[in-house]
């Protein structure tokens, strides 16, 4: 039975710190809604009401043109791992960009990496966990090095190269302000 919450308990935080993986959902108010697996040491609890997540580059900025259009995003966590448990945090986030915004603080939090695309500033305003008895046992078996192996290969000007031919628009046509930071 899905019990909810005004804000992540201690217990939810430490079920977060234990992922290897959080999927995050995003919809503008037309147009395709968003479901996009993340990974890595990505992620920082600063409370019970806020999530900061850094993303990396990637094939598409659909979170980021959505967020400029409605505001709402939702982060789901599954246990793959010991007892079944599915967790929700669902809330209103920005988009912070580190080529255009004095985001040192947010910098701090992370080891630096050189496919930072922007930061997720999230207020949650709801917590929800459910059982997860439906999801899968799986085992952890190690991060993958590709993305990062693929922005060294890059390197910056090919990052922002690339920011321009991938990520400047949803697939829906939204402009994602990387190229801008507005």
């Avoid at 430490?14 to 968003?34: C, D, L, T, W, Y």
């Avoid at 305003?125 to 290969?153: I, N």
Wanted: hydrophobic content about 35%.
């Amino acid at each position: 039975m899905a019990k909810q919450f005004n804000g992540l308990e201690p217990e939810h935080q430490n079920f977060i710190k234990a992922q290897h993986i959080f999927f995050v959902g995003s919809a503008a108010e037309s147009g395709r809604v968003n479901v996009s697996p993340k990974g890595g040491d990505d992620l920082r609890v600063l409370g019970p009401n806020r999530i900061v997540w850094r993303n990396l580059t990637g094939s598409g900025n659909e979170t980021a043109g959505h967020l400029k259009r409605v505001n709402r995003m939702t982060i789901m966590w599954c246990a793959f791992t010991a007892k079944p448990l599915i967790l929700r945090v669902y809330g209103q986030a920005q988009a912070v960009h580190p080529l255009y915004t004095d985001c040192t603080d947010i910098d701090a939090l992370f080891a630096p990496h050189a496919g930072t695309r922007q930061y997720y500033d999230m207020t949650i305003d709801l917590v929800q966990t459910s059982c997860g008895y439906a999801v899968p046992l799986m085992e952890f078996k190690a991060d993958r090095d590709t993305l990062d192996r693929w922005t060294t290969d890059r390197g910056p000007e090919g990052i922002k190269a690339y920011w321009q031919e991938k990520n400047t628009r949803t697939i829906d046509g939204f402009p994602t302000d990387i190229e801008s930071g507005a």
